[in-house]
């Protein structure tokens, strides 16, 4: 397999990154961090998930957030949805795209949105068909592609089993994800690879958390088996709710350095992303995972500023 020159990025920090914290962010701070993230040069950003208010606390103010964000040409706000419910509001609140998730055990998606794997895809496929209606693009996540904290190993046939179930409703792109971050890049290797065999031509994304250390392996080997698009968050912000340790999607930026001195375009300035990694730091109040913050870049055009310090 070769390497793409260049790939997609969806920033998920403000949705997937901010979510996990245990305090909420003001809707202003979360506009100025997407605001800047877009300024990076992300045109694809998951800026709120549109659930229940009480199971998500930190994300009931997903329509305040959409009122406040300037609109670009080019630039997609999505938003992630669970039901038909919440794709009418992320549909009001004027989301260019939706994300639905279908995780691969039925104790996940019960734990997640109360339903089996079967009524999952269920609801997706409505969703779906309420999106094609609306003109709005749609696209969905397997969740727990590598590894479930309630049924544990999740076996590459039951992935593509439920990819080939979910393409039927037409996404636009499927995400194959390591929620919990447990997976290796042989797995990653052999699930993109039969994924991509059975259904070829879709759009593939790759959305990994760095939990054990595994992550830009992982987007590595996603690449070479085929992804044509990687989720990231700035900082390295995330977690899971039910994995309690799962700290970390991999850092938009820590990634975008990787591509970058490969060769392989992402359209994201290096310089700014560090920024804005930068400023969620401060916002949040507490380190966070990614290291081109504390190492800086090389050749060090954009030093961050803890660097220039004798
Ligand atoms: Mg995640």
Redesign the pocket.
Known sequence: MTLPRSIGLVE?GPR?GLQNESATVPVPVKVEFIRRAAAAGLRRIEVASFVSPRRVPQMADAEDVMRALPRQAGLRYIGLVLNRAGFDRAAAAGCEEIGMVVFTTDAFNERNQGTTTDGAIRAWHEIAAAARTAGIKAQVTI?AAFGCPFEGEVAPERVVGIAQQVAEAGPFEIAV???IGVAVPGQVSEVFGRVAEALPGMALRG?F?NTRNTGLANAYAALLAGAGTL?ASLGGL???PFAPA?TG?IPTEDLVYMLGRMGIGTGVDLGRAIEAARYIEQQVGHPVPGMLLKAGPFPGAARPAAAKSA
Do not use: F
Request: proline share 0%; hydrophobic share 20%; glycine share 14%.
């Open positions: 998920v997937d969740s994800a390591d929620t959305h958390h989720d995330g977690g899971c799962a999607n």
